[in-house]
C-alpha cells in the first residue's frame, strides 16, 4: 500500500488560492445637475435614481437615460435612502434632526376624450378599464 503524504497536496491547494485582480472603472452614465447633489438613492429594482437636491428630488430613469420627475421636498433635507417597497425612501435632516417616510407613487394621464365613459365628465378620479378579450 502506497502512503499518501498531505504536503504536495497543501502546497498545491495554496499555490492555487493566490490570485491577484484588478478593478476597472467605466462610467455608465454622467449627469450634468445644474444643483449640487446631496445624496442619491436607487430604486430596489434598479430602474430609477432618486437624486436629492436642495428642495427636491429628481427621478432618473435608468431605461429612459434621462430625468423624468422632480418632487419638491423641504429644502433642509440632506439625505435620502431607499426602503425595500417600490419607490418607498425615507429623507432626513441632520440639522433639523428630522426624518420622513415618504411614498412616491407615479400618476399617468390618459386621455380619454372621444371614448365612452360612465358618471361626470369632471370628476376627479378616471378609472380606465384596458381589456384584451383574446
Sequence with gaps: MKKLTIIPILIFLLLASVAHATT?????????????PLDVASSPDGQRLFILIPGEILIYSMVEGRIVDRVSVDKGFDRIASLPGPDALTI????????????????????????PFKGPPNAPVTVAVFDDYQ
Design 24 to 36: 476597472e472603472l467605466k462610467v455608465l452614465r454622467s449627469l450634468d445637475l445644474k444643483a449640487t
Design 92 to 115: 432626513s435632516s441632520s440639522t433639523n434632526k428630522s426624518l420622513q417616510v415618504i411614498l412616491l407613487e407615479s400618476i399617468y394621464q390618459i386621455d380619454v376624450s372621444g371614448l
